[in-house]
């Protein structure tokens, strides 16, 4: 089964296309549900039945996991099953027809206009840490890309007399234009503080550490932590959440879900779409705030 394993995660970065996060999540799922199986049931996952797998979604519930993450597993599992159905390994998915309760899914958290306003000021340009930090929260707020895209960006990617970055995700890239503010911070950053930072001459890494080298997905959060801790913003901001409240403001100020789309690098409308229910939220927070007889 382990090769069976292997066969799908390499349909799902080569085929599919998936995001090495997203196929990581699913092949620690599926791992987990073999482990189980081999520790609990005995046997191999080509011989598992829809009863059986159930027992696993119960045990997951019983040991503390949350909704979202035994929804998460069987969404994994419906996957890996109806891949090996397809491709003839096994007959059945023995969870195709397990149907779990639904999860109301939260709306994501984003920030007002005076939030950001206030994060983005945080970085001290006083110094080389400084300035990178100020470039790249000011060009992940002007894009609204995902971290994993940020701290993967190489300095051909940049193109700042044209004012816009080009992100390469999944295997498809997309153009995402810059303001003004985030030009100047990343033209600072890039020509001025970057030569002196880098520890190989060929580093092609547009952002690096202290070490001279390709920032880390870690690195950068606690980058973010530090400065919602500066600013004093209550809220728990995330790199997601400087994503989110760039689709939401844009969103509020009369750009079209295509355009979001296409900048955010959705496949889907229906992944933009929770933005409006963000911003509907947020005019009627206005509204029974400040309406008079609200």
């Known amino acids: 089964m382990t090769d069976y394993i292997n066969l799908y995660e390499k349909h799902l970065l080569e085929v599919k296309k998936s995001s090495a996060n997203t196929v990581a999540s699913y092949i620690r799922d599926i791992r987990q549900f073999d482990k189980y199986v081999r520790e609990n049931i005995g046997g191999s996952l080509e011989q598992i039945g829809k009863e ?3 027992l696993y979604f119960a045990w997951l519930s019983n040991n503390g996991k949350s909704s979202a993450t035994v929804t998460r597993s069987l969404a994994s599992i419906k996957g890996f099953y109806g891949f090996l159905v397809s491709a003839g390994y096994v ?7 397990i149907h779990l309760a639904k999860v109301e899914k939260k709306l994501p958290q984003i920030l007002t206009g005076r939030e950001v306003e206030l994060l983005l000021e945080q970085p ?16 992940l707020y002007a894009t609204g890309i995902r971290v994993s ?7 051909e990617d940049v ?32 020509f001025q ?40 913003i ?21 750009a ?27 005019l009627k927070s206005v509204y029974n705030k400040f309406h008079p007889k609200a």
């Open 91 to 97: 007959e059945q998915n023995p969870a195709k027809t």
């Open 159 to 190: 193109n700042l007399p044209a004012g816009f970055i080009r992100c390469s995700s999944g295997g498809k890239s997309r153009i995402i234009p810059l303001y003004p503010a985030a030009v100047r911070a990343i033209q600072t950053y890039m």
């Open 193 to 232: 503080i970057r030569p002196n930072m880098i520890a190989d001459p060929g580093e092609t890494a547009l952002f690096v550490n202290l070490g001279g080298e390709r920032m880390s997905r870690q690195g950068f959060w606690k980058i973010i932590k530090h400065y919602q801790q500066t600013a004093n």
């Open 256 to 282: 079209d879900l295509k355009s979001i789309q296409e900048m955010l690098g959705h496949s889907d409308i229906s992944s933009t779409q929770v933005y409006t229910q963000i911003v509907k939220q947020n």
């Open 124 to 139: 001290q340009c006083t110094d080389p840490k400084g300035f990178r930090d100020k470039a790249m929260l000011e060009l």
């Open 149 to 155: 895209e940020l701290i993967s960006l190489n300095v």
């Open 52 to 54: 059986q797998a159930e």
């Open 234 to 254: 209550q809220k728990d901001i995330t790199p997601h959440t400087l994503r989110h409240s760039f689709a939401a403001h844009l969103l509020e100020n009369g």
